[in-house]
């Protein structure tokens, strides 16, 4: 059987196939030089330089988040320090443009394909600050593709996911003749602390999307018990921040009146912080997780710092979570004769799969890609907090379908741990996943879900 004569879903299944070991080499790759929030430069550059090889319409920097709408930025010096490390790990450098090396990370790639609707499909880049596992149980370490940026680690699988959205890229632009509408792939910096989308969102990149699909690598057993789980809902709105505290130093023992504490006021806010009364309509959570300042025992220090975050279970109990934090935190500095400053270091909402676009999804699955199993749950809750969510609610506040899946995979370790590992066939089952739905909605005459 030739290539015409195969159906569409079966080509997409043999490209993604052939492509196994090409995604597997750029997970390892990516997972070899992690890069935190803001800090994505070499990604960002490797993924512009595939997709404009590809033939996609790309945009980079400054095109991709808004001037004045990212939070949470390293300092000038730092951007500049990684920009020459990631030249120096192999950043192309016709890709990797000023604004990158001023922090302006992420990218898009864009495919038009004619008339018809607009799809959405996002996948994180950025990578948390764990040390990572050096012993040889842990597979990355024993086969060679450990971190080499001490201190950084994908211990999340955006790594993963990356490649996964490289991949998707090849099959759609390989399918591209069978496509009626527009495809966004949304290579987004800053997942992990909720700093990434509001940039992208505030940039209007979601305005336009009919439909928006993203995922995330799961650990294989509890309600994941299927390959896909189409939908997922419940993810806690969290509002983050740097709270530094100024007060007045002093001698403690020749002079403390004349001194204002501000580790002092630091403590308090700390104390009231975890007594903000909870709410009645939903769950909430607060976590102070740092606290510094100061510089000898007989000294009043005049600088302090806490880094905490509040979470709620709406989008409505999260801005009651964050009012009551923003009071306790100016008042316990009044209190103490200080003053206060709350950083924002990101935001997220709550999220809700539409269930109409999730089951859709999960009858395309059982179709298209039969050797897949679909989870018992087909819309699983999340606990966790996710910047997917401020995309996910432009779009259907719009009028559009969003949808939130999970990629189902064994693990080695929980995710956000030292040895956290993944089975890497779950990268081509994702770029099977993804491409059959992007086919699915943008067909000649597509069976989309209203």
Known sequence: MNENEMSVSRRIIQYANELDGVSRER?????????????EMRTSAIIAGILTGLGYEVLTGRQVCLEGARVGLPTEEQLREHAQRALEQGAPAEFLTEDMKEGYTGVIGILRCGEGPVVGLRFDIDALGLMEDETLKHRPYAEGFYSRNSGWMHGCGHDGHAAIGLGTAEVLMKIRDELHGTVKLIFQPGEEGAKGARAIVAHGHLDDVDYFVGTHVAPSGGPDDGDVTPGT???????????????????????????????????NAVLNLTAIPRHSEGITRVNVGTIRGGTGRNVIPDEAMIQMEVRGGTTD???????????????AAQLNGCTCEMVSQGTSESQESDVDFLEWIAGIVEKDLPHLRISSVRNAQNWGSEDISLMMNRVQENGGKATYMRSVTAMASAQHTTAFDFDEKVLTEGIETFSVIVYELLREQPGRPI
């Open 233 to 267: 809902w419940g993810s806690l709105a969290s509002s983050r921040y740097d709270v530094y505290f100024h007060g007045q130093t002093a001698h403690a023992g020749g002079f403390p009146e004349k001194g204002r504490s501000a580790i002092v006021a630091a403590a």
């Open 27 to 39: 997970r390892r790759d990516f997972h070899r030089y992690p890069e935190m929030a803001w800090y």
């Open 317 to 331: 109990i999260i801005r009651y979570m964050d009012g009551e934090a923003r009071r306790v935190c100016q008042a």
